[in-house]
């Protein structure tokens, strides 16, 4: 079986380290970075199957990094900071993140995300009980692929924006509350949903549709919840 790796990214060696010892202990193989800049060169030269990011590095702060990351992959992307206000946990989504803890961080919870961004980027392929597209309008997901198409175009999303589209295409023209998205997605009870969703929902808005504004695919049933439009 393929070692899994992850990206250790932050300017104060002992966090690195110590993120280093616990990684070890789940298995995972760490490439340490101290820049922004060092974190990019680490991604081009190996397989890297998660990033741990600090937003506050030198060179490079680590949402500019998140910006250059996303323009050629998908690999998740955990921020850590030692800012804990909602804004700045949004933007840091908003960036192209998948998730965001907050220094101090208890260990063996951003473990539990590490493994919960591990599986969702590794086996969604797997998660499909069949390879059947689904379809709703010019909107096309393979699951087996791990591909969405919007009139034929492919769409680049992210582990977790894919697999929110998996499971609202999946229930085509049935609305889900932020919670319960989250909790079939992140495969753990709801935590920050009313954050974390909506961010993502918007960004998957922005890709796919001509007007975000005004969806035709993914909407909003106010006061309840998201569904995918059925066509």
Same mark, same amino acid.
């Given at each position: 079986?393929?070692?899994?790796?992850?990206? +250790?990214?932050?300017?104060?060696?002992?966090? +690195?380290? =110590?993120?280093?010892? @616990?990684?070890?202990?789940?298995? #995972?193989? +760490?490439?340490?970075? @101290?820049?922004?800049?060092?974190? *990019?060169? =680490?991604?081009?030269?190996?397989?890297?199957?998660?990033?741990? *990011?600090?937003? $506050?590095?030198?060179?490079?702060?680590?949402?500019?990094?998140?910006?250059?990351?996303?323009?050629?992959?998908?690999?998740?992307?955990?921020? *850590?900071?030692?800012?804990?206000?909602?804004?700045?946990?949004?933007?840091?989504?908003?960036?192209?993140?998948?998730? #965001?803890?907050?220094? &101090?961080?208890?260990?063996?919870?951003?473990?539990?995300?590490?493994?919960?961004? $591990?599986?969702? #980027?590794? =086996?969604?392929?797997?998660?499909?009980?069949?390879?059947?597209?689904?379809?709703?309008?010019?909107?096309?997901? !393979?699951?087996?692929?791990?591909?969405?198409?919007?009139?034929?175009? !492919?769409?680049?999303?992210?582990?977790?924006?894919?697999?929110?589209?998996?499971? *609202? $295409?999946?229930? $085509?023209?049935?609305?889900?509350?932020?919670?319960?998205?989250?909790?079939?997605? %992140?495969?753990?009870?709801?935590?920050?949903?009313?954050?974390?969703?909506?961010?993502?929902?918007?960004?998957?808005?922005?890709?796919?549709?001509?007007? &975000?504004?005004?969806?035709?695919?993914?909407? +909003?049933? %106010?006061?309840?919840?998201?569904?995918?439009?059925?066509?």
């Amino acid at each position: 079986m393929e070692k899994l790796n992850v990206l +250790v990214c932050d300017d104060d060696t002992a966090i +690195v380290d =110590a993120l280093e010892i @616990y990684l070890k202990q789940e298995d #995972y193989g +760490v490439v340490k970075a @101290y820049t922004g800049i060092q974190a *990019l060169k =680490a991604l081009s030269e190996q397989k890297i199957h998660l990033v741990l *990011l600090d937003i $506050m590095m030198p060179e490079l702060d680590g949402l500019l990094t998140t910006i250059k990351i996303r323009e050629e992959l998908n690999v998740p992307i955990i921020i *850590l900071s030692a800012k804990s206000e909602d804004t700045d946990k949004i933007t840091g989504l908003n960036f192209g993140a998948d998730d #965001y803890v907050t220094k &101090p961080f208890n260990p063996l919870e951003l473990m539990a995300r590490v493994k919960s961004q $591990m599986r969702r #980027y590794t =086996a969604l392929g797997s998660l499909a009980t069949n390879s059947s597209i689904l379809k709703t309008g010019s909107l096309e997901l !393979d699951p087996e692929a791990r591909e969405l198409r919007v009139d034929g175009e !492919d769409i680049k999303l992210t582990a977790t924006e894919f697999g929110i589209m998996l499971f *609202l $295409m999946r229930n $085509m023209g049935r609305v889900f509350s932020t919670e319960q998205i989250y909790e079939h997605v %992140w495969n753990e009870p709801s935590y920050s949903a009313e954050n974390t969703v909506p961010v993502h929902i918007r960004r998957i808005r922005e890709k796919t549709e001509i007007n &975000p504004k005004e969806p035709k695919y993914l909407k +909003v049933v %106010w006061g309840i919840g998201y569904k995918i439009e059925k066509y």
